[in-house]
């Protein structure tokens, strides 16, 4: 199975600051033939189930503000909020679909410093 | 715009059978272009995929190694919606349980289901 890391597991950013959340798999996620790294993140607030951000690990999913973004190939991956909001104070998770068993981070909450 | 509804108990006692489903709309249980998954989420064990039915020309089910032995997926192509048992529940799976799909060529999870909270107490 792909573990996936996330670092770190809890973040406190000033609002207008920018928030970077780190996710490290065990095993590279970038398929060769496509030269795409299978990779998505998520975000979750409470009672809510994940809502997806990003895939491809840095295409942005439709209606996501464009102050998150995706970067990252391979082994190592990252979200930044450029300006965080008081409606991203959530946690966030990484996952790998590169191959089954589908993996998650175990996630990282994110609060007002 | 495809929506998954989820139901069934919320309270399951231990040795017992968990059994939820989810219903689709906007989509077909049965699509060539579509996988129909359960997660699940606890504070101990994260976000868990537990598997996935899908249809390529008959069905297929693909369970996590952790539950393998217990769990069981039934797609019901006449209400387009597919089903959860997980048999001889402990204290352990208690657990919040999603439902979501993953499209073809993709890998990501999308929609999900509103999630359903499973104590398994006696």
């Known amino acids: 199975d792909i573990v996936m890391t996330q670092s770190p597991d809890s973040l406190a950013v000033s609002l207008g600051e920018r928030a970077t959340i780190n996710c490290k798999s065990s095993q590279s996620v970038l398929y060769s033939s496509n030269h795409k790294n299978y990779l998505a993140w998520y975000q979750q607030k409470p009672g809510q189930p994940p809502k997806l951000l990003i895939y491809w690990a840095s295409t942005r999913e439709s209606g996501v503000p464009d102050r998150f973004s995706g970067s990252g190939s391979g082994t190592d991956f990252t979200l930044t909020i450029s300006s965080l909001q008081a409606e991203d104070v959530t946690v966030y998770y990484c996952q790998q679909y590169y191959s089954t068993p589908y993996t998650f981070g175990q996630g990282t909450k994110l609060e007002i410093k | 715009q495809v929506q998954l509804q989820q139901s069934g108990p919320g309270l399951v006692k231990p040795s017992q059978t968990l059994s939820l489903t989810c219903a689709i709309s906007g989509d077909s249980v049965s699509s060539n272009s579509a996988t129909w998954n359960w997660i699940r989420q606890s504070p101990s064990r994260g976000l868990e995929w537990l598997g996935r039915?899908?249809?390529?020309?008959?069905?297929?089910?693909d369970y996590a190694v952790s539950v393998r032995s217990r769990i069981t997926f039934n797609p019901d192509t006449s209400k387009n919606q597919f089903s959860l048992q997980l048999n001889s529940v402990t204290l352990e799976d208690t657990a919040v349980y999603y439902c979501?799909?993953?499209?073809?060529?993709?890998?990501?999870?999308?929609?999900w289901g509103q999630g359903t909270l499973v104590t398994v107490s006696s």
């Open positions: 979501t799909r993953v499209s073809e060529g993709r890998g990501w999870f999308d929609p």
């Open positions: 039915t899908y249809y390529r020309s008959k069905w297929y089910n």
